[in-house]
């Protein structure tokens, strides 16, 4: 899985020292170019290995603490429905942006914004040179083949760079050619529709020039065919999606058109042929077990995903060690995390008791300061869990921040239910197409029961027989399945249910604390079983009663076990601290009040402020006249 880094890393020194990489500068304009770039692109591209090392070296800013490594993996996507970012109140830095409470001069946004500018500027550079060079159509077979798909790989990246700016910022500046000496760098801002016009666009192109998986060589990170359709299938649907403009929340006329696209894309990746290339995994587990493993799986269902690694700040990735269950004793066997990430207690309840996707998205233990066997967590305490410390081989002790976990942008199974979302748009009433997609992707998550995925759906509530109980349907797999994974907070946007859908779990959080349906039977305490004997670090938590049946009477631990708060913990002051700092709180049936202090899930959050969006750095406003700011900041 790490041969891309093997190359990649001698690669991009060349790149940067050469210039050819299209660096920018953070302390000035983001768009502004080395002047050293100017006068080595032209030997640089005169071989395909030169070449090559260029595209190499546009990858390099998706990984990394301002990348796909922690930032914009596990700052921007949050808070959700599902997790809450790093608790506590707005900071001026990640908090910040999690509470919605951020400003243009937010530590955590100058530099992530920058870097995306960057892998643009590095992918415009090789778009524009490639096709350029003379080997391009006349080299051997081999090198065209070599070059038309570095050609399509810098297409691909660009589109993901740009895509990613548009979903966090909106109308941002875009400019598709290279920056070039004395260019007048005061860009306006663009047009995000016409923006994800234009990448739908380019990665049509980009997808005749690249090679499936099967007939690109070893395997590694690099974009093969099959990751730029699912982009563009994902861009299509985001396209043909609301989006915030000024205040309001919008969606183009032409809106089927991309669903169409999307429709078309997944479909063409669903054949018997491409599914030799990429594919459902039978084991939701297998999945992210092979990442925290640091190997492939087998049936490549992983189809674009972040190539991380050297365990520094510049290429490397915090996953695993930001986020994850929680390990506090740097001296056990697993070494020590922060875990960051909680969930929104609600979610935990979204899961059916049999379905094998929740205890592979949520962690409910920890390790303590001083101990060295997993103990369980109280349920405002518990994680995310597809990256885990604990499940990285060879383990790593010590307080290490850097496992260099990959990071997935795209899944097969997302193609499934792109699928079967953009089919059901695009009829009347959902077709047995759209249905076998949708339930592939739950029935997995059962154990390859089909029945009792069928007959949990119905418990549940929903139903896959008209257009609109269809859609509802697949809004509830996809934040199932997708925890955790960068993908709820965009999805919920781009469908016009981000309100909706915040105050809908917050509503919950209150339930859930009073004990209210659907919570009713939701224990107040859970007991896990305290291990004993040899080899207690590699021991799993033991839970010892049912997460669906009321406590019992008494509530004390029985011998052997140990009892921590679970909906216990869901007390007035953590629904408090989900609305707005200051505000005076009392749980219904209460006799006293608490103040929140705006810690909680997107406590500062209001709708029509323009909050779902990230500010644009005050530093680039400062530098671009012609650039307005997103409306409320």
């Known amino acids: 899985m790490k041969s891309f880094h093997s190359f990649g890393r001698v690669a991009l020194a060349a790149v940067v020292l050469a210039g050819a990489g299209g660096l920018l500068s953070s302390c000035k304009d983001y768009l502004e170019v080395e002047p050293l770039a100017l006068n080595t692109t032209e030997y640089t591209f005169s071989s395909v290995s030169g070449a090559t090392a260029a595209v190499i070296g546009a990858y390099d800013p998706l990984s990394g603490d301002n990348g ?93 760079y740009l895509f990613e700016l548009v979903r966090n910022w909106g109308n941002v500046p875009v400019q598709f050619t290279p920056a070039v000496s004395g260019q007048d760098f005061n860009l306006p801002n663009s047009n995000s529709n016409a923006t994800l016009k234009q990448l739908v666009d380019d990665l049509l192109v980009a997808e005749n020039l690249l090679p499936w998986r099967s ?155 001083t101990g060295t066997f997993q103990i369980g967590v109280a349920l405002n305490s518990a994680t995310d869990g597809k990256w885990r410390r604990d499940w990285h081989i060879p383990p790593v002790t010590g307080s290490v921040n850097y496992l260099d976990y990959n990071w997935p942008i795209i899944r097969f199974a997302d193609v ?21 997609a949708f339930m592939e992707v739950r029935t997995r998550g059962f154990g390859g029961n089909r029945a009792l995925a069928t007959s949990t759906l119905a418990q549940a509530g929903f139903s896959l027989a008209s257009k609109a109980s269809f859609f509802n349907a697949i809004v509830n797999e996809r934040y199932i399945e997708f925890g955790g994974e960068g993908i709820r907070k965009y999805d919920l946007l781009r469908w016009n249910l981000f309100e909706t859908k915040i105050a809908e779990v917050k509503t919950n959080i209150e339930k859930m604390a009073q004990g209210l349906p659907p919570y009713q039977n939701v224990p107040l305490y859970q007991y896990y079983r305290t291990p004993t004997g040899p080899s207690l670090a590699v021991q799993p938590i033991q839970w010892v009663r049912s997460f669906y049946r009321p406590s019992p009477t008494p509530n004390t631990a029985p011998a052997g076990t140990t009892r921590v708060n679970w909906r216990q913990a869901i007390d007035a002051s953590y629904v408090a601290n989900t609305k707005p700092s200051g505000t005076v709180y009392t749980l219904p049936g209460a006799t006293t009040s608490v103040t929140s202090v705006g810690s909680g899930l997107a406590a500062e959050y209001q709708p029509n402020k323009g909050k779902e969006l990230l500010p644009i750095p005050q530093a680039t406003i400062s530098a671009d006249p012609a650039l307005k700011q997103n409306f409320g900041y």
């Not at 809450?84 to 100058?110: F, H």
């Not at 059901?424 to 047995?432: D, F, I, R, Y």
Request: net charge neutral; aromatic share 8%.
């Open 68 to 160: 796909y490594g922690t930032r914009i993996s596990m700052y921007y996507p949050l808070d959700s429905d599902e997790l809450i970012g790093s608790a506590g109140a707005a900071d001026g830095a990640r908090r910040s942006i999690a509470r919605y409470t951020a400003l243009p001069n937010n530590t955590e946004i100058n530099n992530p914004w920058n870097q995306l500018y960057q892998g643009v500027e590095r992918s415009n550079i090789c778009i524009d040179q490639i096709p350029k060079m003379a080997l391009y159509t006349g080299g051997s077979a081999t090198d065209i083949a070599a070059l038309k798909r570095l050609h399509g790989e810098a297409l691909t990246l660009r589109a993901q």
């Open 215 to 369: 007939q690109a060589g070893a395997a590694n990170e690099r974009i093969t065919k099959g990751a730029a359709k699912a982009l563009r299938a994902r861009i299509a649907l985001y396209r043909g999606g609301y989006s915030l403009q000024g205040n309001q929340m919008t969606r183009p006329a032409d809106y089927l058109d991309y669903y169409r696209i999307a429709r078309q894309e997944c479909q063409e990746l669903m054949t018997p042929t491409a599914r030799l290339e990429h594919n459902l995994n039978p084991s939701f587990l297998e999945v992210f077990k092979s990442m925290n493993e640091l190997r492939n799986e087998s049936s490549n269902e992983i189809m674009f995903q972040v190539g991380m690694g050297t365990a520094t700040g510049a290429s490397g990735s915090k996953l695993g060690y930001y986020n994850g269950p929680r390990l506090q004793n740097p001296s056990s066997i697993y070494g020590s995390t922060q875990g960051a990430v909680t969930i929104a207690p609600p979610y935990f309840y979204a899961f059916d008791s049999t379905d094998t996707r929740r205890d592979v998205t949520i962690t409910t233990y920890g390790i303590a300061s």
């Open 416 to 436: 499934l239910l792109m699928f079967a979302e953009a089919d059901n748009e695009l009829n009347s009433t959902p077709t047995q197409a759209a249905q076998d």
